[in-house]
């Protein structure tokens, strides 16, 4: 019998041998639990078996194709991510991509930018000895808080903040201490290159580049900061570029003389600003006290706010162009018609005299080279109450004004309106309003009659005149545009003549209100000129809070010696920048209505 026969055999005796165990195994086995079972599972398999062997090692191959797949998935993850907590990548995320677009002016010089920088952070709860963190930490950044530092670190946070928009330095130094726990985060940094030009237009941004005040924010209302949560905007070249109206050659200049005389007339504040009464642009704004907005620590006090815009007054004598143009646009009066000012206006228990009175019958376009206060108030009463406040709202001079600007002010306007306040208002008492909104509105008076908004942006003539209601008739624009040229030849406007731009003025000086009364000691004066009166394209508007007397003005403080002096050395300034050349022989013919009308003072 072979080898195989023998096995066979043996094999073939186990049911013999294994009859007489069947009675054991009727009987009740005993309850293994589910770890003994799994334990006498492993050793059967694991037993050195030669029928189990294929079984052990797909077990074992299985087992270690787990083992690096789980560490191949580790390394992918840390290549990816590495081994920053998710507070950190969503902080570094948010940081990447706080971008702002560059801001230019009119002519492509760049009035704010970003620069990237890093900010220091650390995760306290991967610092093991804090009190040496903050030791090592405020060693080489010396302007960091110890105390504040050691309380942040000991709160039971994943991430603060250490040391925002750090140095290059001292991100070296910082590094160079190698504290697990702390790290660098790139971030983008608001630079303004001119300083404080153009500083209450631009606004500001904070330190998480987030705009807070003028344009800045305005662009954030755009859309910005939804660009920026979806990452669309992680650099500033990610952007256009957004091109103001502005000109930063004339905005220097501009501040330059309004320093000069802010500090020659020692007033409160002072402001001036210029505009394209044919676009509706801003060439140039200025507000003072300003501030720098790189480090805009005393921006919101409330002596530095933009008085252009936020600030609200009564604007004197310049409203009386509103008046002649009411009374001219409505055919209540003409540029021939005459009024008495003989003596004054009473009205119950006020009367109402001029600040320079003739005590005689007085034409339309004297009325406005004299500054009658009873002659405009007379008009106004021509005209009526409700026509009155008509033509002022439709003119926008009761109505918050409405620009880029986030920031604006409500004009003040009476809560009951009656024939005494139309009185006042005619000459400018009684209506507070921005002056940038009056200067929209002599704006429309002088253009042809269009009611151009104000913009900031850059922008055509075509552009401009898609949203520019008519609102007055383009002969009364004609009368309104010769009476402020006569006042610069005959009148108060004179100062700001210069020759060759054939400018047209009107001043204006209000009274302030203090604690409930007019105050004389206390004015507010403003000057507008136009340039040129033919066919005016700018309107320069000037203002000073509560001027004092200067030597040569002979203890006068009021428009004229002031405003009037600072708009004629701006103009002087500024008028090789502009695009209107001068001309050295006046123009043919430049009112040819009033020419046929024969209106008072032509030639």
Same mark, same amino acid.
Request: neutral net charge.
């Given at each position: 019998m072979g080898?195989?026969d023998?096995?066979?055999?043996a094999?073939?005796?186990a049911p013999?041998?294994t009859?007489?165990q069947?009675?054991?195994?009727d ?6 639990s589910?770890?003994e079972r799994?334990?006498?599972t492993?050793?059967? !398999?694991f ?7 294929s079984?052990?090692v ?5 087992a270690?194709?787990g083992?690096?797949g789980? &560490? ?6 840390l290549?990816v991510?590495? *081994?920053e907590p998710?507070?950190? @990548?969503?902080f570094?995320?948010?940081?990447s991509v706080?971008?702002r677009p560059?801001?230019?002016d009119r ?6 930018t970003?620069?990237?920088?890093v900010?220091?952070?650390?995760e306290p709860?991967n610092?093991?000895? %804090?009190?040496e963190?903050v030791? !090592?930490?405020t060693?080489?950044l010396?302007?960091?808080n110890a ?5 942040k670190?000991?709160k039971k946070? *994943?991430?603060?903040?250490v ?5 290059? %330095? ?8 190698? &504290?697990?726990?702390v790290?660098f985060?790139?971030?983008s %940094?608001?630079?303004?290159?001119n *300083?404080?030009?153009?500083?209450h237009?631009?606004?500001f941004?904070?330190?998480d ?6 344009i800045?924010?305005?662009?954030d209302s755009?859309?910005?900061q939804e660009?920026?949560g979806l990452g669309f ?11 103001l109206?502005?000109?930063l050659?004339?905005?220097?200049a501009?501040?330059?003389? !309004?320093v ?15 505009l394209?009464v044919?676009t509706?642009e ?5 507000s ?5 907005p790189?480090n805009?620590?005393d ?11 936020v600030g609200?007054y009564?604007?004197g004598?310049?409203?009386k ?5 009411m009374?001219?646009?409505? *055919?209540?009066a003409?540029?021939?018609?005459s009024?008495d000012a003989?003596s004054k206006l009473h009205?119950?228990r ?9 005590h005689r019958?007085l034409?339309v376009?004297e009325i406005?080279?004299?500054s009658s206060n ?8 021509a ?11 439709k003119m926008g001079q ?5 620009t880029?600007?986030?920031e604006s002010?409500?004009?003040i306007?009476?809560s009951?309106?009656g024939?005494l306040?139309?009185?006042t208002i005619a000459?400018?008492h009684g ?11 002599v704006?429309?008076l ?11 942006l850059?922008?055509t003539?075509?552009?401009? !005149?898609?949203d520019?209601?008519?609102v007055i ?6 009368a ?7 006042n610069a ?5 004179s100062?700001?003549?210069l ?14 209100v203090?604690h409930? @009364? ?9 000057f507008?000129a136009?340039?040129?009166s ?15 007397p200067?030597?040569?003005?002979g203890?006068?403080a ?5 405003a009037?002096e600072?708009?004629g050395?701006?103009?002087e300034?500024i008028?090789p920048m502009?695009?209107?050349p ?12 009033m020419?046929?009308?024969?209106a008072?003072?032509?030639?």
């Amino acid at each position: 019998m072979g080898e195989h026969d023998a096995s066979f055999e043996a094999a073939g005796e186990a049911p013999a041998d294994t009859a007489g165990q069947e009675e054991e195994w009727d009987q009740p086995a005993p309850r293994l639990s589910l770890g003994e079972r799994a334990l006498a599972t492993g050793r059967a !398999l694991f037993r050195l078996r030669y029928d189990q062997s294929s079984a052990r090692v797909g077990i074992v191959g299985l087992a270690f194709l787990g083992l690096f797949g789980t &560490i191949g998935g580790r390394l992918a993850y840390l290549a990816v991510a590495p *081994g920053e907590p998710e507070s950190i @990548r969503r902080f570094a995320s948010a940081a990447s991509v706080a971008s702002r677009p560059d801001i230019i002016d009119r002519n492509g010089e760049v009035l704010a930018t970003d620069v990237r920088m890093v900010s220091i952070f650390a995760e306290p709860r991967n610092i093991i000895d %804090k009190d040496e963190a903050v030791e !090592l930490i405020t060693a080489v950044l010396p302007d960091v808080n110890a105390n504040e530092l050691r309380a942040k670190l000991n709160k039971k946070r *994943g991430f603060v903040w250490v040391k925002r928009e750090a140095t290059p %330095k001292e991100q070296a130094e910082v590094h160079r201490l190698g &504290i697990p726990g702390v790290g660098f985060v790139p971030e983008s %940094k608001r630079v303004y290159p001119n *300083g404080v030009a153009a500083a209450h237009v631009l606004g500001f941004a904070n330190i998480d580049n987030v705009g807070i005040a003028g344009i800045e924010k305005y662009i954030d209302s755009s859309g910005l900061q939804e660009l920026n949560g979806l990452g669309f905007a992680r650099q500033a070249n990610d952007l256009k570029p957004v091109q103001l109206s502005i000109d930063l050659r004339i905005q220097h200049a501009m501040r330059d003389e !309004l320093v000069k005389g802010m500090a020659h007339f020692r007033a409160k504040a002072a402001a001036s600003m210029l505009l394209d009464v044919t676009t509706g642009e801003i060439v140039s704004l200025v507000s003072l006290p300003d501030f720098d907005p790189n480090n805009p620590v005393d921006a919101l006090d409330k002596d530095r706010i933009n008085r252009m815009i936020v600030g609200v007054y009564e604007m004197g004598s310049t409203f009386k162009a509103l008046t002649v143009a009411m009374a001219i646009d409505s *055919g209540k009066a003409t540029i021939n018609s005459s009024f008495d000012a003989r003596s004054k206006l009473h009205y119950g228990r006020f009367s109402i005299g001029d600040y320079h009175a003739t005590h005689r019958i007085l034409t339309v376009p004297e009325i406005f080279i004299h500054s009658s206060n009873i002659g405009t108030a007379k008009m106004a009463l021509a005209v009526g109450v409700e026509g009155h406040k008509a033509f002022l709202r439709k003119m926008g001079q009761l109505d918050r004004m409405r620009t880029e600007m986030p920031e604006s002010a409500m004009p003040i306007v009476p809560s009951k309106w009656g024939e005494l306040n139309t009185i006042t208002i005619a000459f400018g008492h009684g209506v507070a309003v921005a002056p940038m909104q009056a200067a929209a509105a002599v704006g429309a008076l002088v253009n042809g009659g269009h009611l151009i908004r104000p913009t900031f942006l850059k922008r055509t003539q075509e552009e401009a !005149l898609r949203d520019a209601p008519q609102v007055i008739k383009p002969s009364t624009s004609e009368a309104l545009r010769y009476v402020m040229r006569l006042n610069a030849v005959k009148g108060s406007a004179s100062k700001a003549a210069l020759p060759g731009y054939f400018v047209g003025g009107k001043t204006g000086t209000a009274e302030k209100v203090i604690h409930g @009364r007019y105050s004389k000691n206390r004015l507010f004066t403003t000057f507008m000129a136009i340039t040129p009166s033919d066919k005016p394209r700018y309107l320069f508007v000037t203002v000073y809070d509560e001027p004092q007397p200067a030597p040569e003005t002979g203890g006068y403080a009021t428009s004229a010696y002031n405003a009037g002096e600072t708009t004629g050395r701006i103009l002087e300034r500024i008028a090789p920048m502009l695009s209107v050349p001068p001309r050295f022989e006046p123009p043919q013919n430049p009112f040819p209505l009033m020419a046929k009308l024969g209106a008072w003072g032509i030639r």
